[in-house]
């Protein structure tokens, strides 16, 4: 069963800095990778997607990498700003549970401080 | 586009109940999908359909139905809601079948009392 873990599970940086979560998953069989931002009481909105075949994608300041063989993903978030504080989600598609489903993390909780 | 649509945003029912979560999108996706989202459990598939007319199980589907006449509108009905069906449920479609972005609707809050 594909299982995805995200580490840490929260994290409090001031502005500016640069920082990366890690996200993890179990079986490297994976379509894709996606990580979403979601803001409190509010939708998942899609961040980046890496396709299998991809090491990494870049948006902004936003920069994914995807090792597909050990199982892990990095998201790096480079000079952080308040309007960044959000749960940020990991989700893998394919694996042992099919193309179906995306599995997901339970997320890292960012909090930039002015 | 409105991308995905939600309603309700909240609701409340007893024990028993049944109501229809309505999920609609307007980017024509085949693929769409329903998630409940829970702390500490992340989010878990209920349902999911391939296209008009084709829908089958995820992994938490006990206590939901649901139906896919056209490709814009997937609803979610609850059959006789439980509290343990308290949840905030999101609709979701999919750009392309293996490949593609999942796009989410802004989700519905449910609290069975």
């Known amino acids: 069963k594909q299982e995805v873990t995200q580490i840490p599970a929260a994290l409090s940086v001031p502005e500016g800095e640069n920082l990366v979560l890690n996200c993890s998953f179990t079986d490297s069989a994976i379509y894709n990778l996606q990580w979403f931002r979601q803001d409190p009481g509010k939708g998942l909105t899609s961040l980046l997607l890496i396709q299998s075949s991809q090491r990494e994608q870049t948006s902004g300041r936003l920069n994914a990498s995807l090792d597909k063989s050990s199982g892990r993903s990095t998201l790096y978030i480079a000079a952080s700003q308040p309007g960044d504080s959000a749960t940020y989600l990991c989700?893998?598609?394919?694996?042992?549970?099919?193309?179906?489903?995306?599995?997901f993390g339970t997320g890292t909780r960012l909090l930039v401080s002015p | 586009n409105a991308g995905v649509t939600q309603t309700p945003k909240f609701q409340v029912l007893k024990t028993g109940q049944s109501m229809t979560l309505q999920c609609a999108q307007d980017?024509?996706?085949?693929?769409m999908s329903w998630y409940r989202q829970d702390p500490g459990m992340g989010l878990r598939l209920i349902h999911y359909s391939v296209g008009a007319g084709i829908t089958d199980q995820g992994e938490v589907p006990n206590g939901y139905n649901v139906s896919r006449s056209t490709t814009e509108d997937f609803p979610l009905r609850l059959l006789s809601a439980a509290p343990s069906q308290t949840s905030v449920y999101f609709c979701a479609s999919i750009s392309g079948m293996f490949n593609g972005t999942q796009y989410f609707g802004p989700g519905t809050r449910l609290l069975v009392l």
């Open positions: 980017m024509n996706h085949e693929y």
């Open positions: 989700a893998v598609r394919g694996g042992n549970t099919g193309f179906q489903k995306l599995v």
